[in-house]
């Protein structure tokens, strides 16, 4: 009998890329597991030789591969693997995916969706294994269907329209094959990019390093003000009135300086208003997961 010994625990994630990749790799030796006990079943039973009969007896259901995955040694070692990267992902490191989770409020499948398409985005050559996994040679990119079996919900759904990856303009799906990217702004953001959203340029400036503002302006008043609102979890919106070049922009500023995060200014003359949702939408993405 040949055995394969079970993978040896993986040391501690390192980074953000690190974990995802591990976790990402764990995940599909165990599909491997699964679809290499499906290839020796169906060798062996000649009912099952057809595409067309292990398709139309639901022989990959996924009750069927819970129920083999759960008792195969391996499996559970590779499970264990990936839940111990994320939790670190999302528990100890202080990391982007958690940030973007935490401050888009993502739910936990939304989540394990995004790490898929990252570790694609990080390592291209994951397509020849998700082809594989997915049975067509031409699926070399992450879907729905790959990671709901990959991370154990069946034929669910994982997002849709009203979900916090719709709202946020997280993924892309490609209406032809079903294959999911993530958006460019957040691709970059999580591999560490700290620039303004391409979508915003022209329309939008960082404003970080402030005049001094005038002794007469409430510039601490208000952000005690700020402050206190916050801390009772109520939001705050604060409205600056005045004419051209008077200061408004420095006030902001200072208030933002003063609350410890950077500002964004945005010039709504810029802006189409046929796209003003949509520029919202963006602007506010890049002032949460820049903590602005």
């Known amino acids: 009998m040949n055995y394969t010994p079970p993978p040896v625990a993986h040391a501690v994630p390192t980074s953000t890329e690190d974990a995802v990749l591990t976790r990402t790799r764990a995940l599909c030796q165990r599909r491997i597991l699964w679809l290499e006990h499906l290839a020796s079943a169906a060798a062996a039973e000649p009912t099952l ?6 398709v139309l007896l639901d022989v990959a259901a996924p009750d069927a591969e ?33 940030h973007l989770a935490m401050a ?18 990080i390592d291209p050559s994951l397509g020849h294994i998700f082809a594989r996994l997915s049975g067509d040679d031409a699926q070399r990119g992450p ?18 329209p009203a979900t916090a990856l719709s709202r946020w303009c997280v993924l892309h799906a490609s ?6 990217d993530l958006d460019p702004f957040i691709l970059s953001y999580l591999r560490g990019g700290s620039e303004v959203d391409p979508d915003l340029l022209g329309r939008c400036m960082g404003m970080n390093d402030p005049p001094n503002a005038l002794t007469a302006w409430p510039v601490r008043e208000v952000s005690e003000r700020v402050i206190s609102a916050l801390g009772r979890g109520t939001p705050a919106r604060i409205q600056v009135i005045g004419g051209p070049l008077n200061g408004r922009k420095t006030f902001a500023a200072n208030v933002s300086e003063t609350l410890g995060r950077p500002l964004f200014v ?22 949460l997961l820049h903590n602005a």
């Open 49 to 54: 030789q057809s595409v067309q009969s292990r």
């Open 66 to 98: 819970a129920a083999f995955l759960a008792a195969h040694p391996e499996s559970r070692a590779w499970l264990d693997t990936a839940d111990a990267c994320e939790s670190w992902l999302m528990e100890e490191g202080d990391n982007r995916l958690r």
């Open 143 to 160: 879907t729905e269907h790959l990671a709901a079996r990959l991370n154990g919900y069946g034929r669910a759904a994982m997002w849709g």
């Open 104 to 121: 888009l409020q993502l739910d936990t499948a939304e989540t394990r969706l995004v790490q898929l398409c990252l570790a694609h985005r």
């Open 266 to 287: 945005v010039d709504t003359d810029h802006v189409d208003p046929g796209q003003w949702a949509h520029t919202r939408m963006l602007v506010q993405r890049q002032a």
């Open 175 to 180: 209406d032809a094959t079903g294959q999911l």
